[in-house]
């Protein structure tokens, strides 16, 4: 696939080296000036960015010394016990890129989690499943992240010297490569549908529910990338070593090209999660729009409707006194209408 190169890679490092940090300066500075207090989703965001950031900037790296973007010499089955230098630094950026994507991810995701504490607080049931996926993606990021440090035990340069030492040496990195990224479209799976079932069941006009909705999905910019990597992943290295001719448009003999390609869309995944989690708090900033009211409309539509006698409809009980006003239902009604417009523009 010609389109990871030297020149993508460096142009993807840079970008969303520029855009992960606007994103998360623009989101602390409208949480500021709204007056809302910073959060622990905003704090996980900017834990997020410094993996994020570093992540990209071991990307960067890999153009520049060409190690990334690049392709290893045309020499078939020989390039199983085939040593060279820039292979072995492709590694060793590899093997650093993968050690900060894993933890960037899991915060990534304990962020939008927490966002959705924030403006859901209406039902046990939300809470039980919250807390689940919470836990486990916790769990998910610790587990891959040590499996992955420790997949050479106290030897780690066998990873790096050759495919047969890596293959032979080491635990097989492969299987956890699929099996963390099979695991990262499910628990993305699982956050994306978390809050469904809760904005289904207001009681209030349609639009307004799909008003919301886009708002709490923005996260699924990031899956499509996640469900990419998981595929090509899969693809790649469920395959037998070196049985295939080609293996995702490059030659399976292509050691660096394909190490290059898995990685380029791991950063893709990394950077645009980083992007989609400020969103709902940066969309209105580039409209004109206050931060402050969306956050207060979705939490004052949702405990009106969310019975009295529930958890959040006693903790905002004078955002429901003020959203009963007929004036400010239809304030909400117009804001949530420039909200599923703003959204939809993003995602198209």
Not at 7 to 34: D, E, H, K, Q, Y
Not at 44 to 59: D, E, R
Not at 174 to 186: E, G, W
Not at 314 to 320: E, H, I, N, Q, V
């Amino acid at each position: 696939m010609t389109y990871v190169n030297r020149a993508s890679v460096m142009g993807i490092g840079v970008t969303f080296i520029v855009t992960s940090l606007v994103a998360v300066a623009l989101r602390f500075a409208m949480r500021v000036r709204n007056k809302m207090g910073l959060g622990v989703d905003d704090w996980l965001s900017l834990a997020a960015m410094i993996l994020v950031l570093a992540a990209c900037s071991v990307f960067v790296a890999g153009s520049a010394t060409a190690t990334f973007g690049t392709h290893s010499p045309d020499i078939g089955m020989a390039i199983y016990t085939y040593e060279n230098p820039k292979q072995e630094l492709q590694k060793k950026l590899e093997y650093a890129f993968y050690a900060l994507m894993v933890p960037g991810m899991a915060f990534l995701k304990l962020s939008v989690l927490f966002f959705y504490r924030r403006i859901f607080k209406i039902s046990r049931i939300f809470t039980v499943c919250f807390w689940i996926l919470t836990v486990t993606t916790v769990l998910w990021g610790i587990s891959f992240f040590i499996a992955w440090l420790a997949r050479c035990g106290d030897h780690p340069d066998n990873g790096y010297i050759s495919l047969e030492t890596l293959t032979t040496k080491c635990i097989n990195s492969f299987y956890v490569l699929v099996t963390q990224s099979v695991f990262d479209v499910a628990v993305d799976i699982g956050i994306l549908v978390l809050p469904i079932p809760f904005i289904l069941q207001l009681e209030t006009a349609t639009r307004q529910k799909f008003a919301v909705l886009a708002v709490m999905l923005v996260g699924s910019l990031s899956m499509g990338c996640g469900i990419a990597r998981m595929v090509i992943v899969a693809w790649i290295l469920g395959t037998p070593l070196l049985t295939e001719a080609k293996l995702a448009g490059l030659p399976s003999s292509d050691f660096m090209g394909i190490v290059s390609l898995m990685v380029f869309w791991g950063m893709l995944e990394l950077g645009v999660g980083m992007i989609a989690i400020c969103l709902p708090t940066l969309r209105p900033l580039l409209k004109g729009a206050n931060v402050q009211y969306m956050m207060y409309s979705l939490r004052s539509l949702i405990s009106l409707n969310g019975g009295a006698g529930r958890e959040g409809s006693r903790s905002d009980g004078s955002f429901r006194k003020e959203s009963e006003d007929s004036e400010q239902g239809r304030a909400i009604e117009k804001h949530f209408e420039y909200s599923v417009t703003s959204t939809t523009s993003i995602a198209s």
